[in-house]
């Protein structure tokens, strides 16, 4: 999630604080200083009980939780909405937005905007008053404080807020109180404070885990002050947000990540009414490796254009097709201050990442050269903090990260930094890299160079030798077909054996080291790295000996799989050509009007696929009825235009 700042910060800290920038995991936004100023002159304060939260897509498809509150003898008191919510069994989660207990007490400022009644877009609009019967949530307050603590320092004072392996730090002061009770310890967050689960207490020291944020959109943790409450003496240093000592977040991650399975993630591009117009792939091609770094296996692909609809998939025109897109909206259904979002869809009973979808507001000014035009938005360095999102990345208060909260017009923001590369090979750790040759020759011995690294891609020096295991496992043949099964394992012995052969010697200062198989039969091989039992991803392929030899392409045009095809269904047209040649491929209706040009390129010989969207060059999904692709040629190649029928269902 990006904001607009009139400088290049991500999220704004009204109470004094300095201005960061504003981007979540799972929803990414930007928000813009002036129009928050507006609305915070209009800003109510309200107080209540969480009676009711229920998820509701409006008629401008976005999903949002309408949250009512009541007073004390039962009565409505205020009902508004924020982004995000359950259905169909996934949760839509945007980061950052504050989410609510049902029955916890709470204090909110709200404010009017174009979707109705919301939070104010402060750090402060959310402040918890009383627990849910869960214990969920915060302390009441003491209304007349007499013994006022004071945090004095924090060890160490930086770090990471992640879920899996949370970060410990020390807080010490005085009058935190002999025991805890009720008293709290609290991480600075977006919208609120957040409560850390406490290790030991005492009244000079806190011992805590640094907070993280879920998938379910809990606030982030930011680098701002560690603040202590207590029934007796209210907040340290008198402030909930102002002094004390300060942690700072170097990244954070929300606990969930995308299966190996589904790397490299694939981008796609609807870039329909994109002042760059076709040419915002290659942007987005280029934001997205920004991301390729040493330590992190996870890599973000772009694959190229479609005619699918980015955002929280769920509506008629919008329905969920396990795409991930990056849709261009001049039609923009959320608040105006907001620059780009990113939606996630995460499954409800396993919370493995199912969709990840961005959408940049087209309303607001963007730029290539936020030099030359400093009164505009630089879109490559928008792309490439919602990319961290992508990859898992929560926002951060480093002005060098890409993950500031906050953005302004004018500031360029691209590199990403070594905090922000730490965070991806913390989510996605590869613990290494194996390098091998793409072909040895028969009866050739293998040799593989290695480097060792930590979960921070950090190099392992001095590691042992017998740390360090590789194997060659045989693999089959690639297909011709690009959707005929992927590399699957053969059923014949492993080079190294099941528990692999040591590597040659220890690692260096570098975490270098070398490794050597020898006596592998023809064949083509995954070479799997372990290092102190730790999988190294990605793993190189090669082949020993000669490549067999490949059959000659030949011209097919064999229709559309599957048919007939229902709406929100994602078709694939199959083609195979004899020889490289610029081809069109055209969808029309019954009476012979252009649906879409589907496809105006160069492909190479051999087989090929095209994604066949059920959407219009409008965006709407295409009427049921009969249909005809027409492949015919441009360059390169002669041959009679070829045509096969398609049926839309209803």
């Not at 993280?212 to 202590?228: E, F």
């Not at 890409?402 to 090979?425: E, H, N």
């Amino acid at each position: 999630m990006f904001r607009v700042v009139q400088t290049w910060f991500f999220r704004l800290f009204l109470s004094g604080i300095a201005a960061v920038l504003a981007w979540d995991p799972a929803y990414a936004l930007s928000i813009d200083a002036l129009a928050i100023s507006q609305q915070l002159a209009s800003a109510r304060p309200v107080t209540g009980i969480v009676r009711e939260l229920r998820s509701v897509r409006g008629a401008d498809g976005v999903l949002r939780t309408q949250v009512t509150l009541q007073d004390g003898a039962g009565q409505d008191v205020a009902q508004f909405s924020v982004l995000g919510g359950v259905e169909g069994g996934l949760y839509w989660v945007v980061d950052g937005i504050p989410a609510f207990v049902t029955g916890e007490t709470v204090e909110v400022s709200l404010v009017n905007d174009e979707a109705g009644v919301t939070l104010a877009p402060t750090e402060d609009a959310v402040r918890r008053i009383a627990p849910a019967a869960s214990g969920r949530s915060g302390s009441a307050f003491s209304a007349e404080p007499t013994i006022i603590p004071s945090v004095t320092g924090i060890d160490p004072p930086i770090g990471a807020a992640v879920p899996d392996d949370p970060f410990v730090v020390t807080v010490s002061g005085f009058g935190f109180g002999a025991v805890q009770g009720e008293s709290r310890i609290t991480f600075q967050g977006i919208f609120e404070r957040v409560d850390a689960s406490v290790i030991s207490w005492s009244n000079n020291a806190i011992t805590c885990r640094v907070p993280a944020p879920n998938v379910r959109g809990t606030t982030q943790v930011l680098s701002g002050p560690i603040k202590v409450w207590t029934n007796t003496g209210g907040w340290s240093d008198g402030n909930e947000f102002i002094g004390g000592a300060r942690y700072s977040v170097l990244f954070q991650w929300a606990g969930d990540a995308w299966k190996p399975g589904r790397l490299p993630v694939p981008i796609y591009v609807n870039a329909e009414g994109s002042p760059w117009g076709a040419g915002l792939g290659s942007i987005v091609a280029d934001a997205a490796a920004q991301w390729d770094v040493p330590g992190s296996f996870a890599r973000l692909e772009y694959r190229g254009l479609t005619m699918a609809t980015g955002g929280s998939h769920g509506a008629d025109l919008t329905p969920r097709d396990g795409r991930n897109t990056v849709t261009w909206r001049n039609v923009w259904p959320y608040q105006s201050t907001y620059l780009a979002i990113t939606w996630s869809a995460i499954d409800t009973l396993t919370y493995e990442r199912e969709e990840t979808e961005l959408e940049i507001n087209g309303n607001k000014g963007w730029t290539l050269d936020p030099e030359d035009e400093p009164e505009k938005f630089d879109l490559p360095s928008t792309l490439t903090h919602e990319f961290g999102h992508w990859l898992r990345l929560g926002h951060t208060q480093n002005v060098a990260s890409v993950m500031l909260a906050f953005v302004g017009s004018g500031t360029r923001r691209r590199q990403i930094s070594p905090a922000d590369s730490y965070g991806a090979s913390w989510i996605h750790p590869s613990y290494g890299a194996v390098t091998a040759p793409q072909a040895v020759p028969t009866g050739g011995a293998l040799n593989l160079a290695l480097v060792a690294l930590d979960r921070q891609g950090n190099p392992r020096a001095r590691l042992a030798k017998s740390a360090i295991s590789v194997r060659a496992v045989p693999v089959a043949e690639e297909p011709a077909d690009p959707l005929a099964p992927r590399v699957t394992t053969l059923d014949q012995a492993m080079a190294g054996g099941p528990d692999g052969v040591p590597a040659s010697r220890d690692t260096d200062d570098e975490g270098r080291t070398v490794a050597q198989l020898t006596d592998l039969p023809d064949g083509r091989y995954r070479i799997e790295a372990t290092i102190a039992g730790r999988l190294v991803r990605p793993a190189p392929f090669v082949r020993v000996g000669a490549a067999p030899v490949a059959p000659a392409a030949a011209f097919s045009f064999t229709g559309v799989s599957p048919q007939p095809l229902a709406p929100g269904v994602r078709g694939i047209v199959h083609f195979s050509l004899p020889s490289s040649a610029q081809i069109r491929l055209d969808l029309y209706d019954a009476r012979g009007r252009l649906v879409r040009a589907m496809a105006n390129d160069r492909f190479a010989a051999g087989p090929h696929t095209v994604a066949l969207e059920t959407t219009g060059a409008d965006g709407r999904t295409v009427a049921p009825g009969v249909y005809f692709l027409r492949l015919s040629p441009v360059s390169g190649l002669d041959f009679e235009p070829r045509a096969v029928r398609v049926v839309m269902l209803r």
